[in-house]
């Protein structure tokens, strides 16, 4: 049923509810279980395990890795031969370490960020007047279900998807769903079509739309979509389904990084190169030169970059949050 291009009488009956008294309790008991809560679906979170592993995603902290990697082994083929020491194990221990402490800060500060803005949202839940077994009671929006009858005044926002049955001076901003920014003026009656075939989404001025907001006057809608039913819905859902993209900042520290690993690899090849043509081929000579190459790379590699990105960009976060 198109609700913006029927009378409010028969969407009110299409409905099955009372514009004096609204639902009843048994019918919202049913209504809710058929459509659920009145609110956009939400993105699944990833496990924390995903998201720990995730920090590990930069080029510069696999290599640190490997790095740590190489020097245990070699380590332990120097304890074996005798020619080391066991404290030798702290160095690859110690970038561990440090890698480890920083993929924990960085999960850390992101938690807190996702905690703020959740507190965010739940101090923002909205409420709405509703008309239920003949009372005004204030609810909040997401116990919304198609049919109930919402009073709406100056100030408040419209919880969800519905055509107004009554209307005083009403004006909505829409700018959110539609883009336009001046206020609509709504109306009960129905609209012209004048030879089209529909009434596009800005123009349908008898209809109320989640995420607008009420700037002037007072009126009655019956709800007509909730949650994902919504035209603001439908924009989410296609969101939703977009791919993620990379912003300007992780494109940057990318190149960055792809810079420094290339040059840092570069720099180690040539390092081992020179020593071995200084000292000669030989295998202490090899494992030597090896190690100060692989140390060079340990050293020139800013570990922490990735993490104090994300630390402060966390941080960040949660001002605005504040």
């Known amino acids: 049923m198109d609700y913006h291009s029927s009378s409010a009488e028969d969407v009110i009956k299409e409905l099955g509810t009372d514009e004096k008294r609204g639902l009843t309790s048994e019918r919202v008991s049913a209504l809710q279980a058929q459509f659920g809560p009145n609110k956009l679906d939400e993105k699944k979170k990833k496990p924390l395990v995903l998201r720990f592993l995730e920090q590990f995603a930069d080029v510069m902290i696999i290599i640190l890795l490997i790095a740590a990697v190489i020097?245990?082994?070699?380590?332990?083929?120097?304890?074996?031969?005798?020619?080391?020491?066991?404290?030798?194990?702290?160095?690859?221990?110690?970038?561990?370490f440090i890698v480890v402490l920083n993929a924990v800060m960085g999960l850390v500060q992101e938690s807190k960020a996702e905690a703020a803005i959740a507190a965010l949202q739940e101090i923002a839940a909205a409420t709405s007047k509703v008309m239920r077994d003949g009372k005004?009671?204030?609810?909040?929006?997401?116990?919304?279900?198609?049919?109930?009858?919402?009073?709406l005044e100056a100030g408040d926002a419209v919880p969800a998807d519905g055509r107004i049955i009554e209307c005083a001076s009403m004006k909505i901003e829409e700018a959110a769903l539609t883009g336009e920014s001046v206020p609509v003026n709504k109306l009960v009656g129905l609209l012209q079509l004048d030879g089209q075939k529909d009434v596009p989404l800005g123009d349908r001025k008898n209809m109320v739309y989640m995420g607008s907001t009420v700037v002037y006057g007072r009126g009655k809608a019956v709800i007509t979509g909730t949650g994902m039913n919504?035209?603001?819905?439908?924009?989410?859902?296609?969101?939703?389904?977009a791919q993620d993209e990379e912003t300007p900042l992780q494109l940057k520290l990318n190149q960055l990084s792809k810079i420094l690993t290339v040059l840092v690899v570069g720099i180690c090849i040539v390092i081992f190169t020179v020593g071995l043509l200084r000292s000669g081929i030989s295998g202490d000579a090899i494992l030597d030169t090896f190690m100060v190459a692989v140390s060079l790379a340990v050293a020139a590699i800013p570990e922490a970059l990735s993490s104090i990105v994300t630390i402060v960009l966390s941080f960040g976060t949660r001002k605005m949050a504040n």
Do not use: H, Y
């Open 71 to 96: 020097s245990f082994v070699v380590t332990c083929i120097q304890v074996v031969n005798g020619e080391g020491e066991a404290i030798e194990f702290v160095e690859p221990a110690l970038i561990v």
């Open 136 to 151: 005004v009671v204030t609810l909040k929006s997401e116990e919304l279900v198609p049919g109930d009858v919402v009073l």
């Open 230 to 241: 919504t035209e603001m819905g439908k924009i989410a859902s296609a969101l939703a389904q």
